[in-house]
């Protein structure tokens, strides 16, 4: 075993995690985890792969990798060596005939100049069209029209008078108590059917309260995590990983407690009901949430 295997192996083992954990936090297999802390790469396909999977390894235990390839460069084997495919590019597989080359990139612009002129064309005759119907109304309809104006102004001011005097006669016969408006009383705030309280943070675990007297949906979203759920008795009801609109949805509600575990809290979000609970540890990456469950009812 390499110095650098050790190293990673003992910050494995300080977080708790197994190979089969690792693996699933990291997605590379557990034989070339066990590998890389035992300083054996000749499974692996090539330099390049080493150094991603140690940077992989390290940033899943909390170590820098940058710091740990210039430590133990010896213990890494370097990329230098490796070959490029010599394959020709695909700009010279291509530039063969300049000019036909040109006259293709010609064609787009000249159909859209086409298309351009086209609706323009379409505009100006559906305008001129609409210009000539208003033309060849006949004079006549102002006139009916300025006629039916003078008999709706007479109906206007023959229904007004009509509804002032009723509104006269209204209001005399309408006792004054009637009249006076009446305020209607305030709706009382809903009260709230669910509350989250954290009761105190140790270690890397984080109690909270929850109070609530309906169903409870627990939605997790993150850029890139391992999530496990755990129920009081210690069962695994959860355990994958997820990722960037791959996210779970859970439903705890016939449980009055259970834990959930994140790999990676930064650019995690957990939600109980759409409402978001803020984790209770800012300097730590892998965190435990335990959830105490009462319903008031």
């Known amino acids: 075993m390499t110095e650098l295997g050790s190293r ?31 300083g054996d ?12 999977f140690i940077k992989q390894y390290a940033e899943a235990v909390d170590l820098n990798a940058e710091e740990l390839f210039e430590t133990y460069s010896s213990d890494i084997p370097s990329n230098h060596d490796e070959q490029i495919p010599s394959q020709l590019s695909r700009v010279k597989t291509r530039g063969g005939n300049k000019s036909s080359t040109t006259a293709f990139r010609f064609i ?30 006949p004079a006549d309809n102002e006139e009916v029209q300025q006629e039916e104006n ?6 206007d001011e023959n229904t007004e008078e009509q509804e002032n005097n009723a509104s006269e006669d209204t209001t005399e016969n309408t006792p004054a108590e009637e009249q006076e408006e009446t305020e209607e009383p305030a709706e009382e705030p809903a009260e709230e059917s669910l509350t989250v309280e954290n009761t105190g943070s140790e270690g890397e675990t984080t109690n909270y309260q929850v ?3 309906e169903e409870l949906t627990v939605t997790i979203d993150s850029d890139a995590t391992w999530v496990g759920i755990t129920d009081q008795s210690g069962n695994q009801l959860v355990d994958q990983m997820i990722s960037s609109g791959n996210g779970i949805t859970f439903d705890a509600s016939d449980l009055d407690w ?40």
């Open 41 to 52: 790469y000749s499974m692996m396909p090539g330099a390049f792969y080493i150094r991603a």
């Open 150 to 155: 003078i008999s709706f102004d007479q109906s």
């Open 258 to 297: 259970f834990r959930i575990r994140v790999g990676s809290a930064p650019g995690t979000t957990v939600k109980i009901n759409d409402q978001q609970v803020e984790f209770g540890l800012s300097d730590i990456i892998t965190q435990n949430m335990i959830f105490q469950v009462q319903n008031p009812s």
């Open 8 to 38: 990673l192996k003992e910050a494995r083992e300080s977080k708790g995690y197994s190979l089969e954990e690792l693996q699933g936090l990291t997605k590379i297999q557990k034989r070339y985890l066990l590998g890389i802390e035992e």
């Open 211 to 213: 109070t609530s007297s």
């Open 108 to 137: 787009p612009t000249a159909v859209m100049l086409v298309f351009v002129i086209g609706i323009v064309a379409l505009a100006w005759v559906l305008v001129q069209s609409w210009m000539s119907a208003d033309s060849e109304e």
